[in-house]
């Protein structure tokens, strides 16, 4: 027997009770109060207008209306439409977090400044990111390997340029460094060899020097852009990077 994909409980997320909210459901103490109208809103795709008693009280996504099991003509209580907004905010921050994972990777203290940003509270946030991690799509780990060896392919840089672009990202400082040394070797690549390609990298940018009629004036081209070049590769050891320049002949 096949197990139900992952993907659809999602609405656990949204509204975790799972229970509907009707007349059955409430508490002795509380005032009934019937849903009279649950509206698609034009111009908004994708929420739906909570009318209660003739006046609408809120406006949330159909995944979460579904999720509660809400219907026109059922009775419930405040408590149980402050739960339906709770469950909306929850979807909302969700679907923000997806939104910018969708554009590229992100570590969870990244995607947490990036969401908080957004005037969602922390409380929200960080259920956000515990179920998006407990789902395995957030992971420290597997995001600063990724990046490293992206940077390895496309950009390479030095130990210590990989450490602070990790660094700068939200990655703690002992997890980046146990990660570069991991995929460093993982993928059988040395200092000195990222030193010789971010050199190579850098000069295809750059452009070479051009040549100079007077010896003086080209070695004091070479030497500048030399000096351009030690800054760009200032991450990296300094003595694999001493090794990956040659004099001008």
Known sequence: MRSRPRHLDSARLYYPAR??????????????????????????????????????????????????GLRVGDEVGESALATLEEGDLAWRVRQAALDLLAH???????LRRRLLRKGFPDRAVDACLADLHERGWLDDDAFAATFVRERIRRRPRGRRGLLAELRSRGVGAERAARVVEETLAEEDVSELEL????ARAWS???GRV????????KREA????RRRLYAYLAPAASAPMSSALSSPR
Do not use: F, H, M, N
Request: aromatic share 2%; proline share 9%.
């Open 104 to 110: 590229r990777p992100r570590s969870v203290a990244e």
């Open 222 to 225: 070479w030497l500048r852009q």
């Open 19 to 68: 229970r509907p909210l009707r007349a059955d459901r409430l508490s002795r103490q509380e005032a009934r109060i019937r849903i009279t109208a649950l509206t698609p809103q034009p111009g908004r795709a994708g929420r739906i207008a909570v009318e209660v008693d003739g006046v609408v009280r809120l406006t949330t996504a159909p995944e979460v209306v579904a999720a509660a």
């Open 204 to 206: 295809r940018r750059a």
């Open 195 to 198: 030193a010789r390609a971010a």
């Open 210 to 217: 051009e040549p100079a009629a007077d010896p003086a004036a």
